[in-house]
């Protein structure tokens, strides 16, 4: 256990397969992009210190599979999230389409205390292929749903160019903290040797 | 105490036939767990779901009986077994390259080196450093969400990623409606515990049975108990990004003594406490005076020296486990705080209430000796204060702490003493041994015995009361005299502990199993086992006869040796 207090926070990354999900991580974890396409299987998972407001913390990235196949596990990969990131391809209506599905399913996975105000953060990546010309989804489009779904941060990003990747995690980061400042209160009780105190019975001899 | 007595003639003896056909060979990859793959280059471990070896090599620990010639040993299998043990002089958690900072070389132990640091260790380490990797035995707790709350080596923060992925095997299996409590990957054994929204995990190449490790983890997981209570569980379920590192600040030295004490202290394992040796009237008058205490409000009342018990008193229909004692005594001498000032402080006993805190008074004496009061009452600490000091006024009156320095350094039964013919009770009723010299120190009294033993080749013998909780080791001597061969004996111990305890293949009333260290007598009867170590060359039907004996011995001297029912409420 450390001894200074540091604060250790799960972010998910959801989406479609193939948006980026895994380069995003890589770039915002290794400063390293590569062309080659390699599905991720069920999860990856990076660590990142950062630093923030004089506060060092870790992020423990869960980098999920967009299979389709890999959902069953659900409630397993999302349960204690501190903050769920949303990934689609602004080249790819289907993967726009989609994070409405990517949103619900981990709210219902995850169950958080508060899914009003649960953090979450919209990544519209791969904004620089072929120059903008093939994009599908507009900044407007995405904007608007954010702004619907309770005004979740959006960001545009290039894995590949890590064109705004590193604001894109300060934000994650800083959202991911804020859920957890609201702290539990762990109060344990007493014994009550009166009434239910839990004796054993085969008992040494005191 | 019982008088039966053990006969060469017994059924049940087990032959210890090695297994000629470990099925599986230690692998050059020392972490590659079933379908975990690591990641060189950054560390990150993935955790491949889709792979049906995840499922395929999950192995819920059944295992088939034992042929009638196999060692009967449930952790054997897949072990190499000859010459492991032999070769293994090493046989720390530690790799190789870091035994010297032990300060155990090899077997033998110098004097100068330093003793076992408290406290962890190499921090800077984390799941990419190939030291880490190496590690022979390494413990996890994380939560139910992945979060790493501690590790035995490494920095937690630097493990979330390996914490992710024990998390995802743990919940991946429970999704399938299955649980996971081994998984075998080569000589390592990857054992889990679940307890609630706490993860427990031992990763080890030390070939312990998977009962042994388990039962190490349900002592880890007690220790937690004990420093928080279950009342954790309802921040998870209110919370479940919960994080209770905060809440554990500065007890790393609390786990890594206790896991420490899995390789040196029998009480991780025989789930039974020992006393020292004293004196029946020094003990009883020790007792009384707890026992007075223990009448104006105190819960439990105890006395201890090191971990071992002076003398303990419990309220009318409180009794106390073992475990607990370890646990607590674990947590007391573990924090150095609790030396330089009398202490106050919320602890748990899990087996007693885990829901729940009580209160301990804690107060050194000198240097080994402390006494602990505990008590349910939060503002009680004034009062506990005074019946300290009445305590402690009896003691120094009827010289009980003196008699306690002295046994310390006395020290307990040697198998050397063990009485050749049987002699008179009242003779030996006074007295451990019959020619001790009070003068010897330790070292002069070892010197004097290099190489002897006890008779017909007795080295060591454990010996457990079950219907008192206690059991009584004998002093280790020559030829068990490192460091190193006793913590290799301990894990003997422990194999024929499990064995003896397996439900599958037991129960078994005896044992005689011989290898190149030792031959091995273990003997279990309704009152008492007894764990005996004779030179690999003894004879068996001697050894036997020497083993009757030593139960007459323990018989004889258990007023010294034990803590009788002092106390009127006991039956």
Known sequence: MPSRRRTLLKVIILGDSGVGKTSLMNQYVNKKFSNQYKATIGADFLTKEVQFEDRLFTLQ??????QERFQSLGVAFYRGADCCVLVYDVNSMKSFDNLNNWREEFLIQASPSDPENFPFVVLGNKIDVDGGNSRVVSEKKARVWCNSKGNIPYFETSAKEGINVEEAFQCIAKNALKSGEEEEIYLPDTIDVGSSSQQRSTGCEC | MSTSSLSTSSDDELNSNRNPNPNTKPIDDELSLASITLTESNGNGSVNVNDQNACGQVEVDVEGPSSPTSSGYAGERGSSSEGTSNSRIDDDDEIREVINDDGFV??????????????KRHVDEDDASISWRKRKKHFFILSHSGKPIYSRYGDEHKLAGFSATLQAIISFVENGGDRVKLVRAG????VFLVKGPIYLVCISCTEEPYESLRGQLELLYGQMILILTKSVNRCFEKNPKFDMTPLLGGTDVVFSSLVHSFNWNPATFLHAYTCLPLAYATRQAAGAVLQDVADSGVLFALLMCKYKVVSLVGAQKASLHPDDMLLLSNFVMSSESFRTSESFSPICLPRYNPMAFLYAYVHYFDVDTYLMLLTTSSDAFYHLKDCRIRVETVLLKSNVLSEVQRSMLEGGMRVEDLPVDPLPRSYMSHRLSQHRLLTDSPERFRE???????PAGLWHFIYRSIYLDQYVSSEFSSPISSHQQQKRLYRAYQKLYSSMHDKGIGP?????RRDENYALLCWVTQDFELYATFDPLA???????ICNRVCQWVKDVEN??????????SW
Do not use: C, Y
């Not at chain 2, 000589?187 to 990857?190: E, G, K, L």
């Open chain 2, 187 to 190: 000589n390592h054994q990857v």
């Open chain 2, 106 to 119: 090899d077997g033998v132990r110098d004097a100068r080196a330093a003793p076992w640091m408290p406290g």
């Open chain 2, 508 to 512: 078994h009333k005896t044992q005689f």
């Open chain 2, 539 to 545: 004879d068996k039907a001697l050894a036997i006869k």
């Open chain 2, 448 to 454: 004097s015995t290099v190489g002897i033993g006890g």
């Open chain 2, 560 to 569: 010294e040796i034990f803590l009788q029912g002092a106390s009127p409420f």
């Open chain 1, 61 to 66: 990235i869960w980098d999920t599979a967009g």
